[in-house]
């Protein structure tokens, strides 16, 4: 079960959640729009504070090696942690994004994971109505 799941940073599911066509680059955008559409099927997810599809794109992965490494680990365990998870973990990407909802945007700690961010202007959440 685990070989299928698909491999994702944990701080990704907050960079999903905020996503609104811009990016690094149109590649950037293009990736990222695809596997945002792909995961509303609900794939299982593999949590994995390495590189993953999205950063496939991103100018910071410099030959597999991410020159933000150390900031993002950071976001990675954070988000693990408020969320109770655990690197490796699979469940389906909709348990997780519950999970993120739930345990750290509803509660406003989003800046406690991430407010050094070059995209934190763009993460404002709003309670979805009822």
């Known amino acids: 079960m685990e070989k299928q799941a698909f491999p ?18 149109d590649g950037f955008v293009a990736n990222m ?3 945002q559409s792909m995961l509303q099927s609900n794939p299982l997810i593999r ?3 390495e590189m993953d599809e999205i950063c496939g794109s991103c100018p910071n992965n410099q030959g597999g ?9 950071r976001y990675d365990e954070g988000v693990l942690r408020l ?3 655990e690197p490796g ?5 909709q348990d997780f994004d519950r999970k993120v909802t739930q345990e750290i945007l509803q509660p406003g700690r989003r800046e406690e994971i991430c407010p050094d961010c070059q995209w934190s202007g763009l993460c404002r959440w709003k309670q979805e109505e009822p």
């Open 65 to 73: 090696i991410c020159t933000t490494q150390e900031q993002v680990l």
């Open 33 to 35: 729009g695809a596997i």
């Open 47 to 49: 949590l994995v504070p």
């Open 89 to 93: 973990q699979v469940l389906y990407y």
């Open 8 to 25: 994702l940073r944990p701080h990704h599911g907050l960079c999903l959640r905020f996503f609104q066509g811009k990016g690094y680059s």
């Open 83 to 85: 969320c109770g998870l």
